[in-house]
């Protein structure tokens, strides 16, 4: 991973660091299908607008547009809906956890559905401990008032992000086109799928809406949806679905270190301990450490997963 790759990742992971908190945030005036509903279309009108500002087209093929349209189910309407949902019922920190997940679930998925992308000893070792490294973070044996239904609902937040990584990789990627131009495509897509399906949505009535509720929409639909989303593309392009997938380990460190630093949280021993974890657990899983002991034909592959 050179320089400008591991900057668009780790810029990805701190952006979507900050949105389980500001996921808590906006649903304190508005329910789970308003809250994604608008954040798909702020996301859809903020690349929209670069689009049109850059001069770039909207413009894919009818194959492309049917593989946008699949992807965005997986990618944003189902986790967004399942993210918004379960943290209603459990903590942010859980939640957090639990898309740290989402890394294992691509590699398996990977693994059977594309052949570039093989389970090695060295992703395997390096996952796992990237898995270990967020659970000691998030330290989610101190989470108290989560529920089982809102932990279900965030665990299958986690495996729709999977399976998007993993379409993406098989059928968008090698058609290289524009982060910008798929990004786009793929949350105008969301938001008409959402829209759809409205009516079988409860629809509660808007009274209020105060300022931190309505900043964190903003943020949630202009950063974590919109610019997100090209770094998302342009991840799964550079180094593939499952090494992209790893910014989800990542994701928890941001959000905890932005509580240490914004809301004076106490940045605690297993904060240290698990982000060493994570970095060493990616640096195996990059083949950036632990080379002697990967055969030959791993070895071969450190540098294109």
């Known amino acids: 991973m050179d320089k400008a790759t591991a900057a668009r990742f780790f810029g990805q992971a701190a952006i979507w660091g900050a949105s389980f908190t500001f996921i808590k945030f906006a649903l304190e005036d508005f329910s789970p299908n308003q809250l994604v509903l608008f954040r798909l279309i702020l996301g859809a009108g903020t690349l929209a607008a670069i689009i049109l500002f850059t001069g770039r087209s909207f413009k894919l093929s009818g ?8 992807s965005s189910i997986f990618a944003n309407v189902v986790p967004y809906l399942l993210l918004s949902f379960g943290e209603q019922h459990t903590s942010a920190g859980l939640a957090g956890v639990l898309i740290g997940g989402t890394p294992l679930v691509t590699l398996f998925i990977s693994t059977l559905a594309l052949r570039a992308e093989p389970a090695t000893s060295r992703k395997v070792t390096g996952f796992f401990l990237g898995f270990l490294g967020v659970a000691l973070v998030v330290s989610p044996w101190k989470v108290e008032g989560s529920s089982l239904l809102g932990a279900l609902a965030c665990f299958g937040a986690a495996a729709s992000y999977a399976v998007g990584y993993a379409y993406v990789s098989r059928f968008l990627s ?8 798929l990004g786009a495509n793929q949350l105008i897509s969301a938001a008409v799928l959402l829209g759809l399906a409205l009516p079988f949505f409860a629809w509660p009535a808007i009274e209020t809406v105060s300022v931190t509720p309505l900043l964190s929409l903003l943020y949630l639909g202009v ?3 919109g610019f ?3 770094l998302y593309f342009r991840l799964i392009q550079d180094v593939g679905a499952a090494t992209a997938s790893a910014v989800d380990y990542v994701v ?3 959000a905890v270190l932005f509580g240490a630093v914004l809301l004076l ?3 605690s021993w297993n904060v240290i ?3 060493a974890v994570i970095l060493i657990g990616m640096a195996i899983a990059e083949g950036r450490i632990g080379s002697s002991s990967l055969s030959p034909a791993s070895s071969g592959k450190a540098n294109k997963s």
């Open 174 to 181: 090698p058609l290289k086109l524009d982060p910008i131009t």
């Open 63 to 70: 194959t492309a547009w049917f593989h946008v349209a699949v």
């Open 228 to 230: 997100a989303n090209i």
């Open 273 to 275: 301990l698990g982000g």
């Open 252 to 254: 928890p460190v941001f």
């Open 265 to 267: 949280e106490p940045l």
């Open 223 to 225: 950063l974590a949806s």
